[in-house]
């Protein structure tokens, strides 16, 4: 199993990025699959996934109304569209994708906001 993500960088504050993540060896569409960071100083969270039971959509509140994630099945993807972000979204963006005790994780991408 393998994950790939793209996408990060630096950018401005009140600009966008969109993180993308391909997986290759599971059958996507089974799995929980979203996005994980880690800030500066603060331990991993979730900022958003979506779930393979019911397709609920989670968003922490830090980030909603600017980010939107999407998974396409077909493509073994899912991106995570960053708009209006802040300094404060700086960190490692990790790609996850969960099934029962069963996770893989991408090897993370780099968002620095600067102000």
């Known amino acids: 199993v393998q994950l790939v993500e793209s996408g990060g960088g630096s950018v401005q504050a009140g600009g966008s990025l969109r993180l993308s993540c391909t997986a290759s060896?599971?059958?996507?569409?089974?799995?929980?699959r979203g996005w994980l960071r880690q800030r500066p100083g603060k331990e991993r969270e979730v900022v958003s996934c979506?779930?393979?039971?019911?397709?609920?959509?989670y968003y922490a509140d830090s980030v909603k109304g600017r980010f939107t994630i999407s998974s396409d099945n077909a493509k073994n993807a899912v991106d995570l569209q960053m708009n209006s972000v802040k300094p404060e979204d700086t960190g490692i963006y990790y790609c996850?994708?969960?099934?029962?005790?069963?996770?893989?994780w991408g090897q993370g991408t780099q968002v620095t906001v600067s102000s």
């Open positions: 979506i779930s393979a039971r019911d397709g609920t959509i």
């Open positions: 060896g599971v059958n996507f569409e089974h799995f929980t």
């Open positions: 996850n994708i969960a099934f029962n005790s069963v996770l893989y």
